[in-house]
């Protein structure tokens, strides 16, 4: 078993943050950090039932199943509200990120604090603007006003909606699938969008399904408070 530490996390969460890469190795003992409050969490695709039960007994506890999905990129694709992410939209990202989610798998976890989970996504959109998540983003604005915002992760010809957000007052316009529409015609090079949400979020799940996205790959998410 692999720990891997996460000292951003570990700042907003008051305690000691670490990513645990379960081993597939049968009956294979998973090992904690000792001595200290901490939080450690998981992620295994769900056939992998032997390893969920294990964390389980060792205090794990499934806070959410992530779907990931993918679709060939088509090309040129019209786009009326979105542009490039400029140092400007910084404060209207942030506070979005701030009050959009409810579906994280920080959100989703009792024993973690609203004004946590949304701190993490506050900083985690915020962090683009300062070059350390994120290879790109895109805004959605209208009438003036940043009113979306998409952040990507690219990879060769693979481009991924690492967050995505729409303000309430907008919902409703196509601005998420606007924003998708412009990283097809702007990114060079891309041939593939990937996309994960929440098994729980069934308004996200409609909407990728609907734009033709297909499903991968389905995971458990596992947190342990210690």
Known sequence: MALRPDGWLSGLLGKSAWHLTPSAEPG???????????????????????VARRLEDKGFRLVDTGINFERPVWGAANSRFSRAATPKDRAAVENMAARSFSFSRFHLDPMVAVESANEI????????????????????????????FLQ???AGDVLTIDLVAVDNRYRGRGLARDMIAWSESMVPGIAILRVGTQLANAASL????????????SNYVFHYHG
Do not use: H
């Open 121 to 148: 996504k506050r900083q985690w959109a915020g962090n683009w603007f300062e070059g350390k998540r994120g290879d790109g983003m895109i805004v959605a604005e209208v009438d003036g006003v940043t009113a979306g």
């Open 206 to 217: 409609r909407s990728y399904m609907g734009d033709n996205f297909r499903l991968i790959a």
């Open 28 to 50: 294979r003992a998973i090992e904690l950090p000792d001595g200290e409050p901490c939080f450690v969490d998981a992620r295994l695709p769900v056939t992998r039932t032997e």
């Open 152 to 154: 990507y992760l690219r």
